[in-house]
């Protein structure tokens, strides 16, 4: 597991060749609000999918300040208490037949996320509008109340969170496309907001403050 995530990283390290004029920085994030959509339940093999949360990130940057930057971030998404998923849901005598999970309180998704910010349009070397992709791995934490119905009867029980992911028991894939605007407010300092989805869920408002330090 630990390998794999090895991998990712230096991949997409290959991939963002350095410029003399970059400089390094940090960067913190705040998503105050994600949602499922319908189609989040593909990823997860589910029927049915209703969950909300929040996110926080920080981490190292590389950039331009009046261009682009990439960077690698930890990322910890909550996922609400009594989030649901629903799993082989089948109709029966005795009602709703199927597998049934609820959030309990602190289960969180954590991890580790490579991003690229690329703008396509600037105004005044102040201002710019692009598109953000991230990839990276992440882990499921926390309990889950489990409920097996069956035409016998039903059997609950209490689960770690990494069953909530059935493709994997081990890791969860971390994706995001987002639309952002980004400003510079002071030396060194840009401000990004903007929306789109970021797995499991989608936000329509997220907020990202990179510092560029100085190159000396």
Not at 106 to 120: A, D, K, M, N, Y
Request: charged share 20%; net charge neutral; hydrophobic share 40%.
């Amino acid at each position: 597991m630990r390998k794999v995530s090895l991998v990712v990283l230096a991949v997409c390290f290959a991939a963002s060749p350095l410029r003399a004029e970059d400089q390094w920085g940090i960067s913190v994030g705040l998503t105050p609000a994600w949602h499922t959509a319908a189609p989040s339940r593909q990823l997860f093999g589910a029927d049915q999918i209703d969950m909300t949360g929040s996110e926080v990130r920080f981490g190292v940057v590389r950039g331009d300040l009046f261009e682009g930057d990439w960077g690698i971030s930890y990322v910890d998404k909550s996922i609400h208490e009594n989030s649901t998923l629903e799993i082989d849901r089948a109709a029966c005598p005795l009602g709703t037949c199927g597998t049934f999970y609820r959030t309990q309180p602190q289960t969180r998704l954590s991890g580790v996320e490579f991003h690229q910010f690329l703008p396509f349009k600037t105004w005044k070397e102040r201002v710019q509008l692009g598109l953000v992709g991230a990839v990276g791995v992440g882990w499921l934490r926390g309990n889950a109340d489990k409920r097996m119905a069956t035409e016998q009867g039903e059997v609950r029980s209490v689960v770690t969170a990494d069953e909530l992911f059935p493709p994997s028991t081990s890791m969860v894939p971390l994706m995001k496309l987002e639309l952002a605007g980004t400003g510079i407010v002071a030396p060194g300092l840009k401000l990004r907001v903007g929306g789109g989805f970021s797995m499991p869920g989608y936000y329509t408002f997220g907020i990202t403050a990179s510092y560029l330090v100085p190159n000396r």
